[in-house]
């Protein structure tokens, strides 16, 4: 990949990274835990309590709750590798952002979020299905903001730079 090729990745990474860090915080953080931990995600009467103990008790807690900064740094740096994929695949596919991000976005959906819950959440914590499903929906959120975040910066530098006759 060329210089320019890195820009594009990196740019577009940071900002489908950026944008699927601020979908975490509403759909997970906002919605399902309600800011207080009292949220649905965490409620005895319906969630887990193998996943409630996780989250809340066993140490050491999740970095995501003891370094949030930090994880979302991480996510950002990951969704730049998602971003290089982008561009290696997205050329195949019909043109515009639209097409591209929500062929992405359903790409990043089943192969991270899909496999997660599956194994860790439903299979390890015994997190009742109903809540799983709800979580699919927020990572379909998630997958979807990083998609079209990642998809309409590459589109646009791609048409930069093709105007530029790179």
């Known amino acids: 990949m060329d210089r320019r090729g890195v820009t594009t990745a990196v740019a577009a990474g940071v900002t489908g990274g950026v944008m699927a860090n601020l979908a975490m915080l509403l759909t997970f953080r906002v919605l399902g835990m309600a800011l207080t931990g009292e949220g649905i995600l965490l409620d005895p009467a319906v969630q887990s309590r193998k996943l409630i103990g996780v989250w809340t008790e066993l140490q050491p807690l999740p970095r995501v709750v003891t370094h949030p900064v930090l994880m979302g740094l991480g996510a950002i740096g990951l969704s730049v590798v998602r971003a290089w994929i982008y561009l290696w695949l997205s050329r195949g596919w019909p043109a515009g952002v639209v097409p591209r991000a929500l062929r992405f976005g359903a790409l990043i959906w089943a192969l991270v979020y899909l496999f997660w819950e599956f ?45 530029q006759g790179a």
């Open 119 to 163: 194994f860790t959440p439903l299979n390890m914590f015994g997190e009742p299905v109903v809540l799983t499903l709800l979580e699919l929906a927020f990572w379909a959120v998630v997958a979807f903001a990083e998609a079209f975040g990642t998809a309409a910066v590459a589109e646009r530098l791609r048409t930069d730079a093709a105007a």
